[in-house]
């Protein structure tokens, strides 16, 4: 690998090279509250406690700890409960102030138990801390807006699990903006300092509301498919088969993965800007997400230890205006900007 060092994208003002190993990971305040989170985090949708053998799934943890990876993102609904078993054994050695541990409730459980009534977010809570063997999380988020419960319930009954002890701070994902304002005025509850969006190059909903909204009001977002399930990274080529045991050939894991040929022909384009940065697609997707102050952190999932070693590189990689246009020009007409899924 070549010394060159990178002429456009720089990591914490210092000149760098590909071949650079992750020195240090850079951390951001996660919105009013007191907790300093990654850049880059690691997250447990569709492949911890599921997709993922045990054996690689513990090496892609003990890796995040490595490169500096704090922040630990999971749900109830992962695979019935099995990601948050997985993590509870995985974690319990390792001190509890060494990671900032996130979970959420919402949707239908193996059981049938779904929503954000009173009833199932103490049910919920309680039953997360113990498959994830500790006493609170700290940070609990509702994975959508529950329509069927008064907001009014579902805010005091988290504000009582917060002044309990069991979680720390509150947050949410994919609210309506309205939803999120109405929560914030309620009186005497506690309020959220975080949103976990979709969020990439190729879905740019949140700049409309719900980032300006956020941060008017101390919430940070935490943003998930940052690399849009894998396509950002390039490995997807229009015209081709996927590659083998990619993530778009296994049931279990292709959610959301229905791009056309024309939106995987203008991801290509990015490959000689990434090339001509020494960067990889997937930080340079990273970057650019990482380029919003209001986001405290990108969600990666990763089924290899040197996927995260490799995301983990993305952080404090910075874009000037010049990669920032080149970028939007290359992916125009591919950008979609939906709103919130609640």
Same mark, same amino acid.
């Given at each position: 690998?070549?010394?060159? !060092?990178?002429?456009?994208? =720089? $990591?914490?003002?210092?000149? *760098? ?22 850049? @880059? ?5 569709? !492949? ?16 995040? =700890?490595?490169?500096?990876?704090? &922040? ?13 078993? =997985?993590?509870? +054994? ?12 996130? !979970? ?6 193996? $059981? ?9 977010? &103490?049910?919920? @809570?309680?039953?997360?801390?113990? *498959?994830? +063997? ?10 959508? &807006? ?25 947050? =949410? ?6 939803? #999120? ?10 309020? &959220? ?60 894991? $292709? ?13 290509? *384009? ?8 020494? #960067? !990889? ?17 990108? @969600? ?24 920032? *246009? ?17």
């Amino acid at each position: 690998m070549s010394d060159t !060092t990178i002429p456009i994208a =720089f $990591n914490r003002g210092m000149s *760098r090279t590909l071949a650079d190993s992750v020195e240090a990971m850079d951390y951001r305040q996660l919105g009013s509250s007191d907790l300093r989170i990654s850049e @880059i985090s690691l997250g447990s949708w569709l !492949t911890y406690g599921g997709a993922i053998e045990t054996a690689t799934a513990e090496a892609c943890v003990a890796k995040a =700890f490595d490169v500096g990876i704090n &922040f630990i993102d999971t749900a109830n609904v992962y695979s019935g409960g099995r990601a948050e078993e =997985f993590l509870g +054994r995985v974690l319990a050695d390792r001190p509890r102030d060494s990671y900032v541990l996130a !979970t959420k409730l919402y949707f239908q459980m193996p $059981n049938g138990d779904r929503g954000l009534s009173r009833e199932q977010v &103490f049910k919920q @809570i309680d039953a997360s801390l113990a *498959r994830l +063997r500790t006493d609170h999380v700290d940070l609990y988020q509702c994975h959508r &807006f529950d329509w069927d419960t008064p907001l009014e319930e579902t805010m005091e009954a988290l504000t009582e699990v917060v002044r309990q002890g069991k979680a720390r701070h509150l947050g =949410f994902s994919e609210w309506p903006p309205d939803k #999120i304002q109405e929560a914030l005025d309620l009186p005497g509850v506690e309020k &959220f300092v975080s949103s976990q969006p979709q969020y990439s190059l190729l879905w740019r909903g949140p700049e409309r509301e719900v980032i300006p909204l956020s941060a008017r009001n101390g919430i940070s977002q935490i943003v998930w498919s940052p690399l849009a399930q894998g396509v950002l990274t390039g490995k997807y080529e229009p015209g081709k088969r996927p590659p083998a045991e990619s993530r778009m050939t296994n049931e279990r894991m $292709n959610y959301f993965m229905d791009h056309d040929d024309s939106v995987l022909e203008r991801v290509q *384009r990015l490959r000689p800007i990434a090339d001509g940065l020494r #960067i !990889t697609m997937a930080q340079l997707a990273l970057a650019w997400v990482l380029r919003e102050p209001n986001v405290a952190s990108a @969600i990666t999932g990763a089924s290899r230890p040197e996927q995260v070693e490799h995301n983990a590189a993305a952080s404090g990689i910075t874009l000037d205006e010049e990669t920032l *246009r080149a970028v939007d020009d290359a992916l125009d007409g591919a950008v979609a900007y939906e709103g919130a899924a609640s």
